[in-house]
Nanobody, 125 residues
């Protein structure tokens, strides 16, 4: 059974930083593309960042230069470092995993094989 668990969310002031972590059990994360999504109240879920099996990354325009996605294969985790946070970054953040025959596959939407339960990020003064 593929399970993902997010952690690292919380309350932070504008301009602050948080580091989210996505941990896997039952499978090896480096065999999958991992995407971080977020959903704010009343808004559709959006893809924030992805990392392919081969290490290719992608970001939604609103977080480019502020967020960094990375893998730690020794810990079987994928992290999302979020800097210069803004109130509009407030949302529940989810990680999701999908396998592909293409090592550069880095989806920002679509069908995924496993989802985490989400972690709340609130940016407020």
């Amino acid at each position: 059974q593929l399970q993902l668990v997010e952690s690292g969310g919380g309350l932070v002031q504008p301009g602050g930083s948080l580091r989210l972590s996505c941990a896997a059990s039952g499978f090896t994360l480096d065999d999958y593309a991992i995407t971080w999504f977020r959903q704010a109240p009343g808004k559709e879920r959006e893809g924030v960042s992805c990392i392919s099996e081969g290490g290719r990354t992608n970001y939604v325009d609103s977080v480019k230069g502020r967020f960094t996605i990375s893998r730690d294969n020794t810990k079987n985790t994928v992290s999302l470092q979020m800097n210069s946070l803004k109130p509009e970054d407030t949302a529940v953040y989810y990680c999701a995993a999908v396998s592909s025959a293409f090592s550069a596959y880095c989806p920002m939407s679509g069908n995924f094989e496993s989802w985490g339960q989400g972690t709340q990020v609130t940016v407020s003064s």
